[in-house]
């Protein structure tokens, strides 16, 4: 336990070096962060969801490598892919899955389909939508009973002067098998360390009604590149609750439609 908590005071003067190395840099930074997709093939950071206007008529496909430790000693390793759609400047949709390798067995895991309407406000720094997600399995029985869950979503984001990006994703889990209704946060950051790279910062959690409030289960640092093909990787932490106490992702495929009006 002491080893574990020293582990995670190292990794969080990480992510505090990193937030103060972002606010102390020049106010004339003309780098923007790299857009791009978060795991589950949303539109956002590394975890949670953000929103952006990609030009319409653009698609994003994306596959990751996701591997998960639990400190109950179970090993999951997950092959999330998705396909997100920008059907107006204000409207995208977006649906996804992951192939799911555990202690139990393997097979499709949580199908999850949606989108997110976009609030338009005088000033473009910044960013507010509102979304809803229908998400439902998993498909083999190995891996659990099936359930299906109602996910009302709100994203905000801010981006400062000199390129750093602050974004902040809420999400109400509504179950329709029965099971309590949880709300999870996922506040982060961005900053585009370079022309065409860019650094991610964020924590997870989640209130249910059979446990505590645990802010910061996991906190995550990350990378991503920018360009019609992109790339990106990260690693974490968990810090309390349920959640896991490691992450390791890369990004195997993002595109845009023909490689156009992409960001």
């Known amino acids: 336990m002491a080893f574990a908590s020293r582990r995670y005071s190292r990794f969080f003067l990480m992510g505090l070096f990193f937030l103060f190395s972002c606010l102390s840099a020049r106010s004339e ?85 949606g989108g997110k309407w976009g609030l338009r406000l005088e000033d473009p720094a910044w960013q507010f939508s509102l979304g809803m997600d229908l998400s439902t399995g998993p498909a083999s029985d190995s891996l659990g009973s099936n359930t299906t869950d109602f996910i009302p979503t709100l994203t905000a984001a801010y981006t400062f002067s000199n390129g750093l990006l602050f974004n902040f994703e809420m999400g109400a889990y509504l179950s329709g098998g029965g099971l309590p209704a949880y709300i999870r946060f996922t506040p982060g950051f961005a900053y585009p360390v370079l022309s065409d790279v860019t650094a991610m910062l964020e924590l997870t959690g989640h209130q249910s009604q059979q446990g505590p409030f645990n802010p910061g289960s996991s906190v995550v640092l990350g990378i991503r590149g920018s360009g019609a093909l992109h790339l990106q990787g990260f690693f974490g932490l968990g810090t309390s609750g349920d959640a896991p106490s490691y992450y390791g992702g890369v990004s195997l495929l993002m595109a845009s439609s023909l490689f156009e009006g992409f960001i």
């Open 29 to 113: 930074q003309a780098f923007k962060p790299a857009s791009g997709v978060n795991v589950w093939g949303r539109p956002g950071l590394l975890l949670g969801d953000s929103f952006e206007r990609f030009a319409p008529g653009t698609w994003i496909a994306s596959s990751h490598f996701l591997f998960q430790s639990f400190a109950s000693g179970e090993n999951v390793s997950l092959l999330p892919f998705g396909l997100t759609y920008m059907a107006a400047e204000d409207l995208v949709f977006y649906a996804g899955d992951s192939y799911k390798f555990d202690n139990e067995g393997q097979g499709l895991n949580l199908l999850t389909a």
